[in-house]
Structure formats: structure tokens, C-alpha cells
Nanobody, 123 residues
Framework: VQLQASGGGLVEAGGSLTLSCAVSGRTFSSSIMAWYRQGPGKERTFVASITWNGGRTTYADSVKGRFTISKDSAKKLVYLEMNSLKPEDTAVYYC?????????????????WGQGTLVTVSS
């Protein structure tokens, strides 16, 4: 599985940005797709996830109501729509994939990672 994240950039506080993750190679219907982020000087944290089969979503409390994760199965794309952005959302955002929900949601681990895309929110 190869993951390619894109869509990062500079945005003002209160603005919006949508990230994309292109999935290639072999995928599994039981896969969970996730977004993580790592802010300056911070550890990597879970942001959101979606199951490839069924589209069940999970969000970190810090982004609930502002971020939306979605997928286009036909195009093998996963999106992260980010609204009402805050300076504290500034981070490198990574997409990831695994079939183990425990790893994704509780351990911040995954078998497959894309390269990061930088999101900078100015105040």
C-alpha cells in the first residue's frame, strides 16, 4: 500500500483547507484510513479515521465539529476537510492505513504511512 498526501498550505485562522490522500497498491476492505498530525515540538497525534468498508468515522475531540473525514472508494482517495482552522491546528498532517483499529485509534501506529503535508494556520 502506498499513500500520498497533498493539499497542505498556509491559511488564516478561521479559514478552511482540504487534504487528500491518494491510495495505491493493494488495499483491503477491512482497512482503516486515518489522518494524524504532528505540531512543532509535539508528538504525533490521531486526528480522524474512516473505515474503508462502511465509512465509519472517528474523530479526536480537538477537531470534532470542525474536521470531516471522507473517502471516494472508486478513486481511492481519502479527504480531510478542515474548517474553522485555528493556529493550534498548525502541523504536518500524515495519512495512514492499517487493518487494526486498536493500533490506529489507541497506539498511533499503522503499517502504512504517507509523507506529510504541512498545514500552517496564521493568527
Amino acid at each position: 500500500v502506498q499513500l500520498q498526501a497533498s493539499g497542505g498550505g498556509l491559511v488564516e485562522a478561521g479559514g478552511s483547507l482540504t487534504l487528500s490522500c491518494a491510495v495505491s497498491g493493494r488495499t483491503f476492505s477491512s482497512s482503516i484510513m486515518a489522518w494524524y498530525r504532528q505540531g512543532p515540538g509535539k508528538e504525533r497525534t490521531f486526528v480522524a479515521s474512516i473505515t474503508w468498508n462502511g465509512g465509519r468515522t472517528t474523530y479526536a475531540d480537538s477537531v470534532k465539529g470542525r474536521f470531516t473525514i471522507s473517502k471516494d472508494s472508486a478513486k481511492k482517495l481519502v479527504y480531510l476537510e478542515m474548517n474553522s482552522l485555528k493556529p493550534e491546528d498548525t502541523a504536518v498532517y500524515y495519512c495512514a492505513s492499517d487493518i487494526n483499529a486498536h493500533k490506529i485509534l489507541l497506539l498511533n501506529r499503522a503499517d502504512y504511512w504517507g509523507q506529510g503535508t504541512l498545514v500552517t494556520v496564521s493568527s
